[in-house]
């Protein structure tokens, strides 16, 4: 899972993933993600990365999840977002 600062960050990195493996590995989950099969795949393990921004930011548990990068400015006062990150992976 990848942590991205806004739309166009997830929608841009995702993509780079996507042509660096020469495949689809990676799709964007953004707060305009709707009615889509992004998820499902993801949950199902046809995509491997979910880059997202704005969604599955508390609450959101899965064993698959070895790595979490988080690639946005997240400031001193605001430290949730990494805690919760961490939390995931380490929390098994």
Known sequence: MVLTTNKNEANRFAKLLNTTAKRDIAASYTGDT????????FQEG???ILVVCGKLLEGYDRKQISVCAIVRKVSR???VCIYLSIDRLFSR
């Open 34 to 41: 709707q009615n889509s099969d992004i998820f499902q795949r």
């Open 46 to 48: 046809e995509l491997r």
């Open 77 to 79: 006062k605001s430290k």
